[in-house]
């Protein structure tokens, strides 16, 4: 058992339930920024007022949000929010730049560039010239077959622990394992506090007798 543990990378996750799991969709984070220009607001005639611009681009992101539901792995479904908008240096002018930001939870497959293009086609009304996207963070999918010897390995830690079999689930979020994503050769699962000091146990255990 302990020999499965040499080319697997593990996360521990704080986890009430003890379990562990075997998957998790990807992030990625995006700013989008759009552009006008600022006059005070008593002159304006045509303002070219960036919040306008957003506005439009966050119906349109709406909407996107709706279809994206309907993309369905064993992980769960893709999703698009805005989480966060701001606008303006004063009630009295129109701004210049407004900006918000996006968290985009990614199947498998979906890669970064993708994603940028979806969301560029789906604020086609913003025109191109006067908005600027940043996907500043992105991290893809992650899942390990069930029949996986270490999914075993994980199954016997949490059944010593908690005394109950436990089966994997699928993680609603993302994992610290994430940032080892570049270990390309080592598989992760995700536990709960009790079973990492289970595993902690049996791994000093095998140092002792080898």
């Known amino acids: 058992m302990i020999q499965a543990f040499a ?12 379990t562990y799991c075997i998957g998790h969709r990807g992030d990625c984070r995006i700013r989008l920024e759009t552009r006008g220009h600022a006059v005070h607001s008593a002159i304006a005639k045509k303002p ?44 009295n002018i129109v701004p210049d730049k407004a900006w918000l930001e996006l968290d985009r939870r990614v199947l498998p497959g979906e890669s970064r560039e993708q994603i940028v293009q979806e969301i560029c086609e789906r604020v086609s009304t913003v025109p191109q010239d006067a908005f600027e996207l940043d996907c500043y963070l992105y991290f893809p999918a992650y899942t390990i077959k069930r029949e996986h010897r270490m999914v075993a390995v994980l199954s016997a830690c949490a059944a010593a622990v908690t005394e109950l079999a436990r089966e994997p689930r699928i ?36 140092k002792r007798n080898n």
């Open 48 to 91: 070219d007022n960036a919040l306008y611009k957003l506005a439009r681009a966050i119906t349109a992101l709406e909407q996107f949000s709706t279809e994206l539901a309907a993309r369905a792995s064993s992980l769960g479904s893709a999703s698009l929010s805005v989480t966060m908008a701001g606008a303006g240096e004063a009630p």
């Open 171 to 206: 993680f609603t979020a993302s994992t610290e394992a994430l940032s080892f994503l570049w270990i390309r050769r080592y598989r992760r699962l995700f536990w709960g506090r009790a079973v990492w000091s289970r595993l902690i146990d049996l791994m000093s255990m095998w």
């Open 7 to 18: 080319n697997i990378f593990f996360t521990a996750r704080l986890n009430n339930a003890n």
